[in-house]
């Protein structure tokens, strides 16, 4: 029997990076995914063809995770569609860096609203439905500069950190329902993202990493998979550094 054989998982940025791999590795360790994305292109298609071939279903909601009663409408019809919740992955995130003094409102409220709002609406949506079923396991992205902060990245740092008290705070309310709530605190991960940088730039990222090397997807898909599994069940509130060493 598979980690999360008859499990329903919810992934939200669930398009590319790491939300991809994710969601493909839970489906090929048993779970039904549902895929939340901005849209649906080639590559969600691709991505839904690759999972359906676990032999799960798999069914992608078009849906902005910042719409408070968007995001409750598209749980809904996920609960309709599948049947049950139990795993709920908050993985949308976005970066608008930039010092404090330059830094304008709007991308302030942009990464706070998409990196963080997002994950209460996906929470208050689910919770409901896990309390019915005295189960589920919620799994939100953090990352090391939510720990240790990092200049240019005020606002991504702030959600982050704000990633970690909504998910210890939430685990003390939860836990007496049989849901449990963590926290993956990511570090240098080889993305799209971090494709665009130089190699100069990776090799003096790659020299602060006791591992010497960046961390991939699968790394952390792996330790989010685990986080969704009973191998787990006895953790709840706790934020696992996946870094290589880099935040200790």
Not at 36 to 56: C, D, M, P, Q
Not at 97 to 121: C, H, P, T, Y
Not at 130 to 147: H, L, Y
Not at 191 to 220: F, N
Request: charged content about 20%; overall charge neutral; some cysteine.
């Amino acid at each position: 029997m598979k980690l999360l054989e008859g499990k329903t998982a919810i992934v939200t940025g669930a398009a590319r990076g790491i939300g991809r791999k994710i969601a493909s590795k839970l489906g090929s360790e048993g779970a039904n995914v549902a895929l939340i994305v901005r849209k649906i292109n080639e590559s969600v298609e691709e991505l839904e063809k690759e999972i359906t071939a676990y032999g799960v279903k798999c069914k992608s909601y078009v849906t902005d995770a910042t719409d408070y009663d968007g995001v409750h409408k598209a749980v809904e019809e996920i609960k309709n569609d599948f049947d049950r919740i139990d795993i709920l992955v908050n993985n949308a995130g976005i970066t608008q860096d930039g010092l404090m003094m330059r830094m304008s409102e709007e991308q302030w409220d942009n990464v706070i609203n998409v990196n963080l709002k997002s994950a209460f609406n996906f929470v208050h949506a689910v919770t409901p439905i896990m309390m019915r079923q005295r189960s589920g396991s919620i799994i939100n992205m953090s990352s090391v500069v939510g720990i240790s902060g990092n200049a240019g990245q005020s606002n991504y740092s702030a959600s982050k950190a704000g990633m970690i008290g909504f998910s210890k705070s939430l685990a003390k309310e939860l836990g007496s329902r049989g849901i449990r709530v963590n926290a993956i605190a990511p570090g240098f991960i080889e993305t799209d993202m971090t494709g665009a940088l130089s190699e100069e730039v990776k090799t003096e990222w790659a020299k602060q990493i006791p591992l010497r090397r960046a961390g991939s997807t699968d790394d952390v898909a792996n330790v989010t998979t685990f986080l969704a599994s009973e191998l787990s069940g006895y953790m709840t509130g706790q934020v696992l550094s996946v870094c290589g060493g880099m935040n200790m």
